[in-house]
């Protein structure tokens, strides 16, 4: 057992330099042009802001485009060399339209490998062992943050920011040499897209798109989905701004002690998903993880202690990690014989989004009019709404741990090649 842990599959490192290469970017960018090219916080806002949305726009066609493509491993491999030459020219040329087209293009690619990973994990390891794969995925990919974060603080404190954006490259290049070690006929590309083989060898084609739209199981999850990251994604940069202002001097080190104590806390979470998902099922784990957001947003209104408020962040790593590791898991779930696997993914992707970029602007408008606490306990609330709904509303997917084939709830819209509607089938 302990030898099988310790050997390292290509989808490991894919994960793990996949969380450098964008780890050694996005959240850096601000602080390289504000200090070393001082940009004015407008200026940086709206590059920010563009990016933002095309990253946003392009999720569920990027989603549909990966369904379609039997060339996965060379979708990560062109986004790793476009994430490259993108760092590069914010380097070299930090002029407005450089790093504007450059961040705009990074976003857009971005958006690529969240689905393509998990396509090529499904494809490699079909339902059987999904569970126990996605979580390590999870697991690897929470490591390469926590290492990111520390090397680009020791390259950034010891060289300057700009050198931390010559990681890309690097950890671009090891990640397409850890994606093509894959061979390309171990991916079953119907599989990856959830489309399972006794459909597709009686002619059955994926579902038309309406499946988005009449799969109520998803419907649900995915304004779930979309409360929570309204609740949660605005906590941290509160959190942030609070401590800024209690303890000028100390923001930047209580900021990274937040963020690595999370990710810290997420990657075991991640192991504990793959292990016991599939005994435990999909929504009890889901319910802790609505749970402890509410309850995230009322501890931070009991102290203002900088200790007491990184301890209440460890919660979200806990939240936060039970969300990432069993999204995937779930949809794969809901989309299986449906062919829309990955197409899923965008689409609760672009619905989460959307929530996220409303929290910070409501949660913003509440500090300004009521203050941190009164902001707190409003994205709370939201978030015990979603843990409500998720209870009342939103099935067990897990399918019985007698079969290796979990039952698709959105299979009642796959189209036969002849193109009449087929009825759904229990799988």
Same mark, same amino acid.
């Given at each position: ?105 990074? $976003?857009?690619?971005? &958006?690529? =490998?969240?689905? @393509?990973? !998990? /396509?090529?994990?499904?494809? #490699?390891?079909?339902?059987?062992? +999904? ?90 999850? $995915?304004?779930?989905? &979309?409360? =929570?990251?309204? @609740?949660? !994604? /605005?906590?941290?940069?509160? #959190?942030?701004?609070?401590?800024? +202002? ?182």
């Amino acid at each position: 057992m302990t030898s099988r842990i310790l050997r390292l599959h290509p989808l490991d490192l894919i994960n793990f330099f996949l969380a450098d290469v964008r780890g050694a970017f996005g959240p850096y960018l601000g602080i390289f042009l504000l200090t070393e090219q001082q940009w004015s916080p407008a200026a940086i806002g709206l590059v920010m802001t563009v990016g933002g949305l095309a990253g946003l726009v392009v999720q569920a066609p990027v989603g549909a485009f990966i369904d379609a493509t039997r060339h996965k491993r060379e979708v990560i491999v062109t986004a790793c060399l476009i994430l490259s030459v993108g760092a590069l020219a914010v380097v070299l040329r930090p002029s407005f339209t450089v790093v504007l087209t450059a961040n705009t293009l990074m $976003a857009v690619v971005g &958006a690529v =490998f969240g689905p @393509a990973v !998990a /396509a090529i994990t499904l494809g #490699l390891y079909g339902h059987g062992d +999904l569970a126990r794969r996605f979580g390590r995925n999870g697991a690897f990919d929470h490591a390469g943050n926590i290492a990111i974060s520390l090397l680009a603080a020791a390259i950034g404190w010891t060289l300057s920011q700009s050198t931390v954006f010559l990681l890309v490259p690097v950890f671009a290049a090891l990640t397409s040499c850890a994606v093509l070690a894959i061979r390309a006929h171990q991916i079953d590309h119907n599989r990856a897209r959830g489309l399972d083989h006794a459909r597709h060898e009686r002619g059955k084609s994926p579902s038309t798109l309406g499946v988005l739209v009449t799969c109520r199981p998803l419907l649900i999850f $995915a304004g779930c989905a &979309a409360l =929570f990251h309204f @609740a949660n !994604a /605005a906590m941290l940069p509160l #959190l942030g701004q609070q401590l800024a +202002l209690a303890h000028p001097g100390n923001e930047t080190v209580l900021m990274s002690a937040c963020v690595i104590a999370a990710q810290l806390v997420m990657l075991p979470i991640a192991l504990i998903v793959g292990a016991r998902a599939d005994r435990w099922g999909r929504k009890p784990l889901f319910l802790a993880a609505f749970a402890i957001l509410p309850l995230r947003g009322v501890l931070y209104t009991l102290s203002d202690n900088p200790y007491w408020l990184v301890g209440v962040q460890l919660l979200d790593g806990v939240g936060a990690g039970l969300f990432g590791a069993l999204t995937p898991l779930l949809l794969a779930d809901l989309m299986k014989g449906t062919g829309r696997y990955n197409l899923s993914q965008g689409a609760v992707g672009t619905v989460q989004g959307v929530g996220a970029s409303l929290s910070n602007v409501v949660a913003g408008m509440v500090v300004t009019l009521a203050g941190y606490d009164v902001a707190y306990l409003v994205l709370a609330a939201t978030a015990f709404v979603a843990f409500a709904v998720f209870l009342l509303a939103m099935p067990e997917t897990r399918g019985p741990l007698t079969s290796t084939e979990p039952a698709g709830f959105c299979q009642g819209a796959v189209v036969s090649s002849n193109g009449m509607e087929a009825s759904r089938e229990s799988a």
